[in-house]
Nanobody, 116 residues
Framework: QVQLVESGGGLVQAGGSLRLSCAAS????????MAWYRQAPGKQRELVAR???????DYADSVKGRFTIYKDSAKKMVDLQMNSLKPEDTAVYYC??????????WGKGTLVTVSS
């Protein structure tokens, strides 16, 4: 059984930084892409950042220049470094992994709260 475990959420003041981590474990043949999504209260879940197995990264316009996604293929981990955080970044952040043969897998989410 494949599992995703997220960590690193918490409370931070505006302008601060947080780093989220996500580790995949279990019977994984290969990973096609790893991503972070977020869902703010009353809003739809949105893509924050995504990185393919080849290393191509894409970001939501709202986080470009502030967030960076890192992957460690050998460890099956993906991190999201978040700098210059704003109150509007407050959301539950979800790790998402696109697995060969198994499809997409979601983590349970980790809460990020940015105070003004």
């Amino acid at each position: 059984q494949v599992q995703l475990v997220e960590s690193g959420g918490g409370l931070v003041q505006a302008g601060g930084s947080l780093r989220l981590s996500c580790a995949a474990s279990g019977s994984i043949f290969s990973i096609n892409a790893m991503a972070w999504y977020r869902q703010a209260p009353g809003k739809q879940r949105e893509l924050v950042a995504r990185v393919t197995s080849g290393g191509k990264a894409d970001y939501a316009d709202s986080v470009k220049g502030r967030f960076t996604i890192y992957k460690d293929s050998a460890k099956k981990m993906v991190d999201l470094q978040m700098n210059s955080l704003k109150p509007e970044d407050t959301a539950v952040y979800y790790c998402n992994v696109d697995l060969t043969f198994l499809g997409e897998l979601w983590g349970k989410g980790t809460l990020v709260t940015v105070s003004s």
